[in-house]
């Protein structure tokens, strides 16, 4: 494992992960290779708000969310991928306490390999309604408004199809013994698995055709970047 530059990131996202996509904030990205071939990604970012670690009484700079696992076909266990990813992002982030992470839950996730690397389960996030425009693309409800005057890019809900989605679950991994003994009281049992899901459970498409190299191309290289 190594860090790995944007190119590689956003391809092995829009090829091995079901969203298609790359997160946009400030991002961790953190490579994966076997036998010399460029196998995927573990990604961390501030995630969706700037709230996220802010119940556990952190500030926004002292904990991340863990956004994408986008791995192609693999030997190795996610959970010692994982396992190598959360080493490599302590030791260049020592100001982090906290990763958060979800199962979603609308993918038949429900966290088996956070499970099987000892994260504490802290409960399900409450579902809402999202939106999906004419041309299929989905939209979170804090962008949708019928005022498109409204700061930032939006879309009016009238012009859009409304559907539920579940809420998610939700893991902490805390990274000093502090912060693990400030959390543990919010560990609920474990939810357990309903159906068959992918082999990562959280993202990762199914088998998937073998693409890329050692170095193929200049997408595929890598370097100490975020």
């Not at 979800?102 to 399900?124: E, K, L, M, R, V």
Request: aromatic share 10%; hydrophobic share 30%.
């Amino acid at each position: 494992m190594d860090w790995a530059t944007h190119a590689a990131a956003k391809y092995a996202c829009q090829n091995w992960h079901y969203s298609r996509c790359i997160p946009k904030s400030k991002l961790v990205k953190t490579g994966v290779w076997e036998d010399g071939v460029f196998i995927g990604v573990v990604i961390y970012s501030y995630g969706a708000t700037p709230d996220l670690v802010k119940p556990y009484g952190l500030t926004m700079q002292q904990g991340c969310e863990l956004t994408r696992i986008a791995l192609n076909t693999h030997k190795t266990p996610v959970s010692k991928i994982i396992a190598y990813s959360l080493k490599m992002l302590k030791k260049s982030n020592p100001g982090l306490k906290i990763v958060v992470s979800f199962a979603d839950t609308n993918q038949n996730h429900h966290g088996g390999i956070y499970q099987a690397t000892n994260w504490i389960y802290s409960g399900q996030s409450k579902g809402c309604f999202f939106y999906i425009d004419k041309k299929g693309k989905l939209w979170h409800p804090r962008n949708v408004s019928e005022n498109l005057s409204l700061s930032g890019k939006c879309i009016r809900p009238s012009d859009c199809k409304k559907i539920w989605k579940n809420g998610k679950h939700r893991y902490l991994m805390p990274l000093d013994c502090r912060t693990r003994e400030k959390i543990l009281p919010l560990a609920k049992p474990y939810p357990k698995r309903n159906v068959c899901v992918s082999s990562a459970d959280s993202g990762t498409l199914g088998s998937q055709p073998r693409r890329g190299g050692a170095s193929p191309t200049d997408t595929l290289h890598f370097q100490n970047a975020k």
